[in-house]
């Protein structure tokens, strides 16, 4: 008989636990787990090993296997540090008994857990170190690679052919790598190769090192690849970063020095050895290094102060860093020190020299003071005033300029109204709000209205605070206020001057006129105009000679003109016959050529004046120069001492002493005894200081008659203004005493007259008078006909600088009304930098060859050979000259810099720099506009139309640039221009 084995017994020998589960009642009610007790233990307690895990559905496994169909699920048993896992399969027998098989899965569930972590780590560590793995089959060709490898090759997928993979590396690469590949495979050399890829995703050139072995057993190759790009160029900056740390050691702006600290046996630091110094050290300290190394501060310095030592040393010890400034009597100087401990026992320092930084603290706190009496002196306040607090602060110079005791405090909003009119409030309304609102800077004058109608003008600038905190913006506003009431004056009597000044020009009797190199009339004045025949300038300019007068006198005219502006020739003084009515006048003409900077002819200025009446006298003069020489004047010449040097036949008819009598003796043998000592010692004191005198003497002839004589006594004088000669002019007057003091009254009264009339013309307008007298003064002289012959060139060279000055002064506002109505012509063309900075360098020479014996005049040059750039050849010299003339202008002595400054691949950009009078900060915008200067009014020193920056700044913006500036009063200024190439 067989034996026989029960199903129960089978069931217990599964290698799994079962439980058949009775859904209703939660029980067990079958098992081969020897632990529970059928029909007693509730299937929670062994399924979900939770006693509450049944009372509610969505926690219970069984309801879940039931209604969503799941077969099966993994449950977790124990703890974080002591967790099992199981495998439970559910299959239901019918809709009250689930059977549920379980197994432990404990070490099958973290092993895969365990394996898909590293596989997570293997790809982030592929990702963060740029390496990545694959593999080769040598017999079907295919490599399989990591995500990392993908990453690197910048490959479509992680399969590809060996054909695909050789196209990655660079061409120059690929035969190497196949010889590898091979000796890998045929030969087992190693395989360690570095080589480029060219990366397919985004076309970039990257470093590999890839390492590989090969498994023969399974005819696999297994490398590693690695993206070394930036780990090589990591390791070639690290060496740059080395040289470069040599070199700021040796070059650093900073002393540096590195020491060992030296303490007693209860560990007090007494002294400290030097083991290394930079070279800014040396020049700082004044030490060599060599001298100082491995050795000991009071050895070398043993009157170091201890405090040093105390200092350093608590650096040292603690490796608590320190920073101080401290004044060093050793050197005299003041120190900014930095000190740390790299180890124990060890420290080191940077400093650098603040002495001059200490001294600038200093002389900020001094110029602080100067600002505030310059403020004082200039009229000029400031102010703030913030909208949020409604507070206004302003300097005291304020007060002064509103006439407002400080004890009141500053002015109120409500209080506005007493000082200024309801106009005016309103401009000033406008201001505010435009600074507040829009941001926007303001300027604006107003009228100050003070007790006992008293008024003052004054300038208020108004503008946005600048900062960075953008809470505040659109809250604070800035400015000032100048009392310019003095500037306001001089500029409208400055207004009543250029009328006077049009009315003297227009009513001068010569001609004066301007033609252009076609011969046209650019200028001319009233004078201009009778010599034509008209009765309007209007009706000349833009006019030929042709056009005004008859062929063959045109013929004439014009033959003058092109010699002067086709030859450059100076016509002085051509007498030209000129058709008027039956009777031809006579014009005694001159015509200089017209030149610009660049000393090319651009015109003519001519002067004619109507001497048919002094043609006409001129016998008459003849005649009278001949009755002069004849007359009984007497002539004598005496030398400084007084002794007598020369007489003249009319002193032998006046006195009876002959010429031989007298020379070398004092003029005293002709006192009568009448005349009053003083009245010598008047004549003496008079003529010894450089003046003229006039006077009466009541002399003695040799007979021993006495006669009145009328006598005109001045010096004469060298070239260096000294007193080399008196000349003494007499007339017998006995008889004609009344007629002589009648001739003194009259020529008092013309006296007078011509200094009323010099000091009308002192307040004409400075720029176009002093350009015109120079014209006129001169012409004068050239016409009179009584200059000699030798000074006549002199005498054009002046005219022809003044009228090049009057030119300039009209170019310049011809110019600028160009380019306000944008009609200034540029022509782009290419040309080379380096010539126009030479031509102004060497005319700027010549021109000023006398001032540069005390001006330093040099040019920085272009270092780059024909340097083109594409611009308007002639506007740029035009500009860069007028701040060169300017620099010249406010350059006494030091030096004068222009030249090449900077370019880039649009832009070039010139500096012109001077040691002159610099500018002041609150002038850094008017300079800027036109007919503004730095200094203004007629007291000002130093001449100008003020159009030359403003010309300037407005080329080199239609230039695609600008001006720039550095200055402060008193110091340097330094321009730069700037326009594309």
Known sequence: MKDKTSAGEILKALPVTYYVINYDSKKIIQSNDPNVAVNKSICCEYLCFNDNACEKPETCVCYKALETGKSGCIIEKGNSNNKEFYSAEFSPLDKKHLVVSVKNVTDEFLTKKELKINTKRLNRAERLADFGSWEFSVDDKIMIASDGAVKIYGARSNQFSLEEAQNFPLKKYRKELNKALKDLINLAKPYNIKFEIKRPTDSKIRRIHSIAEYREDKRMVFGVIHDITEAEEAQKALGESENNLKHLFKNMNSGFAYHKIITDKSGKPIDYIFLDVNSKFEEIIGLKRQEILNRRVLDILPNTEKFWIERYGRVALTGKPDNFSEYGSLTGKYFEVSAYSPKKNYFAITFTDISKRVQSEIDLKESLE??????????????????????????????????????????????????????????????????????????????????????????????????????????????????????????????????????????????????????????????????????????????????????????????????????????????????????????????????????????????????????????????????????????????????????????????????????????????????????????????????????????????????????????????????????????????KKQIIEDLKIAKEKAEESNRLKSNFLTNLSHEIRTPLNGILGFSNLICSGTADAGRLKYYGEIVEASGRRLTKVIEDIIDMSMLQSNQLKFEISEFDLGDVLEELYNSYRESYKSKLTDIEFSLKSLKIENFVVKSDRLRVKQALNNIIENAFKFTEKGFIKFGYFNFDDETVTLFVEDSGIGIEENKSKIIFEAFRQGEEGDSRKYEGSGLGLTISNAIMEKLGGGVEFESKKGGSSIFYLKFKK
Not at 392 to 401: A, D, P
Not at 504 to 527: E, F, S
Not at 552 to 581: F, H, M, Q
Not at 632 to 650: A, C, F, Q
């Open 370 to 735: 100067d600002l505030r009496m310059a403020q004082k002196y200039a009229k000029i306040g400031n102010w703030k005033y913030n909208r949020k607090t409604e507070e206004i602060q302003w300097s005291e110079q304020i007060f002064e300029i509103l006439e407002r005791e400080p004890s009141l405090g500053v002015i109120k909003p409500i209080e506005v109204s007493k000082y200024l009119s309801e106009k005016d409030i309103k401009e000033l309304g406008a201001a505010v709000t435009r600074a507040l609102v829009n941001n926007k800077a303001s300027e604006l004058q107003v009228r100050i209205i003070l007790p006992g109608n008293k008024t003052k003008w004054a300038e208020i600038i108004c503008q946005p605070e600048k900062t960075d905190n953008q809470k505040s913006k659109g809250q604070i506003i800035q400015g000032t206020i100048q009392d310019i009431t003095e500037s306001k004056n001089a500029e409208e009597e400055l207004n009543t001057t250029n009328k006077l000044l049009r009315t003297v020009i227009d009513n001068i009797p010569d001609a004066i006129y301007m033609k252009d190199t076609q011969y046209r009339k650019l200028i001319a004045n009233k004078g201009d105009a009778i010599h034509c025949g008209v009765d309007d300038i209007s009706e000349i300019i833009g006019k030929s000679d042709y056009d005004i007068y008859p062929k063959e006198i045109a013929d004439i005219y014009t033959e003058d003109d092109r010699r002067v502006i086709e030859k450059g020739e100076t016509i002085i003084n051509r007498e030209e016959l000129l058709p008027s009515g039956d009777k031809n006048r006579i014009i005694l003409t001159s015509k200089f050529p017209l030149k610009n900077d660049n000393d090319k002819i651009i015109g003519l200025v001519g002067i004619g004046r109507d001497i048919t009446e002094l043609k006409e006298n001129q016998k008459k003069l003849d005649l009278f120069q001949y009755i002069i020489y004849q007359t009984p004047l007497s002539v004598m010449i005496t030398g400084t001492n007084g002794e007598i040097e020369y007489v003249n036949p009319g002193f032998t008819n006046a006195t009876g002493y002959k010429s031989e009598e007298v020379i070398g003796k004092d003029p005293g043998f002709l006192k009568s005894g009448f005349t009053e000592p003083s009245h010598y010692k008047e004549l003496w004191n008079s003529i010894c200081s450089g003046k003229t005198w006039y006077g009466e003497f009541h002399n003695k002839k040799k007979d021993g008659t006495y006669f009145w004589e009328n006598a005109v006594i001045a010096p004469v004088f060298d070239d260096k203004e000294k007193i080399i000669h008196f000349v003494a002019i007499k007339e017998d007057i006995t008889e």
